[in-house]
């Protein structure tokens, strides 16, 4: 039997020793867990969309969007909220249940939230559930933002606590936990992983599922990114992940975390439909689809839809459009025994006419 029991005392050791099964004890175990909470043939559809790009004060290493960087990228103000609602209405026509928002801030400014509050506010009216990664937030923005309706709160950890400092220096690892205590606290649900491929070691990718894991309550979506190389960044350089690596984080994260969605994330433009099917199968059970993930390259819709079909996938049908199909049936329902009662009244009424 593989245990299903959601723990929060993971032990380093522990996890390392997961990372070292061989691949097809791993996987097994990790998809056992995946169908005993999941249905293992549906993936929920995520659209990502930067509402404010480049010139962020921090020093990510991996990040085209830091104004440390010469990328080439044009930086853009803050959208237009129509403009964000057109992106959104596509998305959802697209098959998106989930759309999320991306400013590349260190933290969202006073005079931006009631701006935010009334974006969140107006996708949240379309149906589609609603998320956020803007920095940094203290304990009133992230109550501000729940009270507008935000669904998520994304902040990522990236990597080991061990690591992190070789990574980024502008903000510790603890003003990272700060904020997803406050996005907790504030009754918002929690988007948080990493990324891999950054010239960690296999101990690090544990250490980063070991925060994750043992927070008070598991993120409800783990994204887990693969490196995009960027050239002008200083990891533009960086040595290649073996692909087998990431599948075993993709399977380790879905044994320890049973209960929360994993997210394939940001890499997937370069990953093969056989490595992508893999990390399915291994318990990956979310991505976002687009063009575009922020900045970076992502495979467009349609050849998501395709990968999908020929792996007999599906996607999750999120509670809106739950609502929606059970208001369709509901009405068809309503209709067709209008239509039976007016056939059974037409034959009475003819039958006494004879």
Same mark, same amino acid.
């Given at each position: 039997?593989?245990? !299903?029991?959601?723990?929060?005392?993971?032990?380093?050791?522990?996890?390392?020793?997961?990372?070292?099964? %061989?691949?097809?004890?791993?996987?097994? $175990?990790?998809? *056992?867990?995946?169908?005993?909470?999941?249905?293992?043939?549906?993936? $929920?559809?995520?659209?990502?969309?930067?509402?404010?790009?480049? =010139?962020?004060?921090?020093?990510?290493?991996?990040?085209?969007?830091?104004?440390?960087?010469? !990328?080439?990228?044009?930086?853009?103000?803050?959208?237009?909220?129509?403009?964000?609602?057109?992106? =959104?209405?596509?998305?959802?026509?697209?098959?998106?249940?989930?759309?999320?928002?991306? &400013?590349?801030?260190?933290?969202?400014?006073?005079?931006?939230?009631?701006?935010?509050?009334?974006?969140?506010?107006?996708?949240?009216?379309?149906?589609?559930?609603?998320?956020? !990664?803007?920095?940094?937030? @203290?304990?009133?923005?992230?109550?501000?933002?729940?009270?507008?309706?935000?669904?998520?709160?994304?902040?990522?950890?990236?990597?080991?606590?061990?690591?992190?400092?070789?990574?980024?220096?502008?903000?510790?690892?603890?003003?990272?936990?700060?904020?997803?205590?406050?996005?907790?606290? &504030?009754?918002?649900? +929690?988007?948080?992983?990493?990324?891999?491929?950054?010239?960690?070691?296999?101990?690090?990718? #544990?250490?980063?599922?070991?925060?994750?894991?043992?927070?008070?309550?598991? %993120?409800?979506?783990?994204?887990?990114?693969?490196?995009?190389?960027? #050239?002008?960044?200083?990891?533009?350089?960086?040595?290649?992940? @073996?692909?087998?690596?990431?599948?075993?984080?993709?399977?380790?994260?879905?044994?320890?975390?049973?209960?929360?969605?994993?997210?394939?994330?940001?890499?997937?433009?370069?990953? *093969? @439909?056989?490595?992508?099917?893999?990390?399915?199968?291994?318990?990956?059970?979310?991505?976002?689809?687009?063009?575009?993930?922020?900045?970076?390259?992502?495979?467009?819709?349609?050849?998501?839809?395709?990968?999908?079909?020929?792996?007999?996938?599906? %996607?999750? $049908?999120?509670?809106? =459009?739950?609502?929606?199909?059970?208001?369709?049936?509901?009405? $068809?329902? +309503?209709?067709?025994?209008?239509?039976?009662? &007016?056939?059974?009244?037409?034959?009475?009424?003819? =039958?006494?006419?004879?």
């Amino acid at each position: 039997m593989v245990d !299903t029991q959601v723990r929060h005392d993971w032990q380093r050791q522990e996890i390392e020793a997961l990372f070292a099964l %061989p691949m097809n004890d791993l996987l097994f $175990q990790a998809h *056992t867990i995946h169908r005993q909470h999941f249905n293992p043939n549906e993936v $929920q559809v995520s659209r990502l969309l930067s509402i404010k790009t480049g =010139a962020c004060p921090e020093d990510c290493k991996y990040c085209p969007q830091s104004a440390r960087y010469d !990328t080439g990228l044009e930086k853009e103000r803050l959208l237009e909220i129509e403009k964000v609602l057109t992106e =959104a209405r596509s998305a959802k026509a697209a098959g998106a249940t989930r759309f999320c928002m991306g &400013a590349a801030w260190r933290n969202p400014k006073a005079r931006d939230m009631p701006y935010l509050t009334d974006m969140v506010k107006e996708v949240k009216a379309l149906g589609m559930e609603t998320c956020m !990664t803007l920095g940094m937030l @203290d304990q009133q923005q992230a109550n501000e933002l729940a009270a507008a309706g935000l669904d998520y709160y994304n902040h990522n950890l990236d990597t080991s606590p061990e690591f992190y400092g070789d990574i980024i220096t502008t903000r510790t690892y603890a003003d990272r936990l700060n904020t997803l205590d406050h996005v907790r606290a &504030a009754g918002m649900k +929690v988007c948080s992983g990493g990324i891999v491929g950054m010239g960690e070691t296999a101990t690090d990718r #544990a250490g980063l599922l070991q925060q994750l894991a043992n927070m008070p309550k598991h %993120p409800d979506s783990v994204p887990i990114n693969m490196l995009v190389k960027v #050239a002008g960044t200083p990891l533009a350089e960086q040595e290649d992940l @073996d692909p087998l690596e990431f599948v075993r984080t993709i399977a380790v994260a879905r044994i320890i975390m049973p209960l929360s969605r994993v997210r394939l994330s940001a890499g997937r433009e370069n990953m *093969t @439909d056989e490595l992508q099917a893999m990390c399915f199968f291994a318990g990956a059970n979310s991505i976002f689809y687009g063009c575009k993930l922020l900045t970076t390259a992502n495979p467009k819709e349609n050849t998501d839809m395709a990968l999908f079909q020929r792996l007999g996938l599906n %996607p999750e $049908q999120g509670q809106a =459009a739950v609502l929606e199909q059970e208001g369709d049936a509901l009405k $068809q329902a +309503v209709q067709h025994q209008q239509a039976k009662q &007016a056939k059974a009244a037409g034959a009475f009424y003819d =039958a006494g006419a004879l």
